[in-house]
């Protein structure tokens, strides 16, 4: 589970700094969270959004700025994940 956690947290920064921001890249994303997150109910409005994707928008699309806000709230969520794990004993 966290090498798919590790693997999501540097995709979504990838998007993020805006190194990749086409909807390919979107749509990998999409794909691999719903494959390894799809009970993940923290990361439902990301998958939403990225199903709404176009980099220009569009009527009822996020563009790349809109989307990056999503991608921005969704890594502080992983964050906090991390951090929370490390402050558990044991792991």
Not at 11 to 37: C, K, N, P, Q, W
Request: with cysteine; net charge negative; hydrophobic share 35%.
């Amino acid at each position: 589970m966290k090498n798919h956690h590790d693997e999501l947290v540097k995709m979504l920064e990838t998007f993020s700094a805006g190194v990749d921001r086409s909807s390919e890249f979107a749509s990998r994303i999409e794909v691999y969270i719903l494959e390894h997150f799809a009970e993940d109910s923290d990361l439902s409005d990301l998958s939403h959004a990225l199903a709404c994707y176009s980099p220009t928008g569009g009527d009822y699309l996020y563009d790349s700025e809109s989307l990056a806000k999503v991608v921005d709230g969704a890594l502080r969520i992983l964050r906090r994940r991390d951090e929370s794990d490390r402050k558990r004993p044991g792991l």
